[in-house]
């Protein structure tokens, strides 16, 4: 087994350009050729298969109970294609690791799918969330894995100056995770069934079976590199830097402008600097007038006016002629603009806490409707998929590899650091838990009070019991019920620990999990990990200038209760940062920046980047921001996962009533003109109006590894001199 799984191992960079620590005991080198044809099994494939197999245990029309040959028979087909995928995508030729290998010229895409699965995330493409078609098992060898140089939507990317030839990944460990335990994906799908069969006969059972068996161990399993983002070599320093702020090569950008100054597109509308961007179309004379933004308000006529009312919203002037928006009418250049740096938001993925100041322990189940991770933020976790029943027979473990997004997996509420913004909330996440919800088609991440109570109960609340400092005892000596009696059932409660108690306390859970290795009330809970999140950061980190204010010191500085070195070494857990800059306008004259989406989509493309979304300022489609992540096997190696660039003019309402939409109106108070409609659009205006006092500029930022934070000196550095970066 360890010979076909050491496409887990770690590889080595070179050492000139990629300096790294001394390789440990858990670091094995290996070539990159081998990632290409020898990893474990394609994501898609693996996915296509297991929903073939869904469909065929659903279609069959006898019972489950006691029909055994029939499901066997249904599944067979679909197995032994499984077996042949799984033999040619990671042995190859009789397991040879020479063989197979792609040629660097062949490849033109990225190394995989991700399996994205998740309705919340927007940023990537379209083509992402497709249903593959199941290749035959000759094609998986022709799947190009490698880093491209590819073909966007505008330019070409940026093709890596020094693209390794190795990188090192954690090494693939037997001993992690208990590969050989655990439901196979039939079991599952039986058990699937048998919910449908309780829904159909015993509705008013329903609600507890279905609450045991779907919150059980669905078969997944943690790896040694799971919560890793990207490789564990550092990236070239010079191909890293080209990654922020990306700017076009002057060729690429000529071809842009002179394609899109001849075949205009709808989505493509405006150059850079053409004196008429807006392209040709069928209306036109005496029946098209093209305004400015200042045009627009002074010709539109008095507010709540009948001819105001047409210009905005039918696009047309009271002697009936159509209106055409050219923004770019009424820009100005500032005399100079201020750059400054910032950390916005810290995330760490870790096995093991470790802080240097007191927390705050969750001792109650999590109230709130959704989870503490519910939207996607980004972050992934690789899976060892389930095992089948072929496995089992022949003993082997499973051999499909699955990437999810962290908002997929089911979690909870751990501890907490501070209180509101710029407060550390800490979430324990179980991915052994991780399904679907069998009768609609979203992930179930909020954990049912039953399963938290097991959790908080039998775990947690055993293991304060356990802890060994004496004069703690009558603190944290009772149970879950005394709590919450003593607290006259408060929604929340916390009890302050200690950090040297935090160390002591995860010992204790992991020792009673082992107690108890073989209880599917226990086994859920394994393989857990913890997400820390600090949000919010930005004012108390910012600098105008990086050399006598660092934005890291800052962090370090503001936050002490965090051990930052023990959370910035990889063997410790995933460390991300976003990092932003912020491009404010001098104040001679107060001015709102945009983005013009034109530009930016350029960089965005020559960065690598996936398509991902863009927001235009207001319904203007040439202004605006991108937010998109980065391709997978390019973010991999540049140790960038995602970009966002966005216009500060919003942080005039930003707050948790647009962020979340709370009491905010919907279509159907809009459209029966109700009061929440009036009120809110009277508080967005007036919001608005009070911001007419101040400038605004835009906002350009990247999660990334916290090692990138030494990059920050030289990033404002070719930020500053850099004339293409000009708030437009």
Known sequence: MISIHKSLAIYGMIAHLMPDEPINEDIDPVILEHIRTKRFGSVPGFRIVLRQLEAAMLRCDQCFQGQSSAVEKALKPIA?????????????????HTQGAIPDEEVEEEEEEVDMEDKEAEEMDPEDDEEPILPGPTEFLTKPQTIPNVHRASIPAFKLVFPPEAVRMRKFDLRHDNYDTGPTVEDSLMIHRELFHCFDNQPENFKWISVMLRFRDHGYRKLPSSLDQFYLSSPSPFDQMVHFFPTPLPA?????????????????????????PLPDSCVGGVDMVEWGLREMIDNAGPERGLSSAMAYTTGKTGAGSYIRLNVMKDRVWPKDVN????????????????????????????????????????????????????????????????????????????????????????????PRMKHRYPLRNYWETKLPEEVELLWLRDIVYVALHRLESEGIKPYVGFGYEDNKWRHAGAQETTLPLAPEHLEELQTIIDTILQEHTGDPYFDCFLSYFFVLEIRGVKVPTSSDDPRSKDPWDA????????????????????????????????????????????????????GGYNKGTQHSACTIPSIGGIQAEMSKARRQIIHIAWRQAYNLSYEAIRGKLTRERI?????????????DYYKNVEGVTNAFIRGMTRSYGVRDEYRCRATARKQIPMLVQKVGSSSSMRCR
Do not use: C
Request: glycine share 8%; charged share 25%; net charge negative.
């Open 555 to 606: 962090l370090v500085k503001n936050y002490p209760a965090f051990d930052w070195q023990y959370m910035e070494d990889t063997g410790n857990g995933e460390l991300l940062l976003d990092i932003g800059f912020g491009f404010h306008p001098s104040k001679e004259k107060n001015v709102v920046g945009f983005w013009g989406t034109d530009a930016l989509r350029l960089g965005f493309d020559f």
């Open 339 to 430: 750059i400054s740096v910032d950390i916005d938001s810290v995330i760490w993925l870790t096995s093991k806490l470790k802080v240097s100041a007191a927390f705050n322990l969750h001792t109650s189940p999590y109230r709130k409707e959704k989870p503490p991770i519910s939207t996607a933020n980004h972050t992934y976790v690789e899976l060892l998929w389930p095992r089948l029943n072929e496995d089992v027979a022949h003993g082997r473990i499973s051999s499909g590899v699955k990437q999810v997004p962290l908002s997929n997996l089911p979690n909870t509420h751990f501890a907490t650091f501070g209180r509101l913004e710029g407060a550390a909330t800490v979430a324990v996440v179980f």
């Open 663 to 675: 009491a905010f109106f919907s279509a159907e108070s809009a459209y029966h003109q109700k009061d």
């Open 80 to 96: 032994d294609t499984l077996k042949v995928t799984r033999r040619h995508r990671i042995r190859g030729d009789g397991g040879d």
């Open 252 to 276: 690429d950008i000529a071809e842009w402008k002179r394609r899109i100054s001849m075949e205009p597109t709808a989505e493509e509308p405006l150059s850079l600097d053409r004196q008429a």
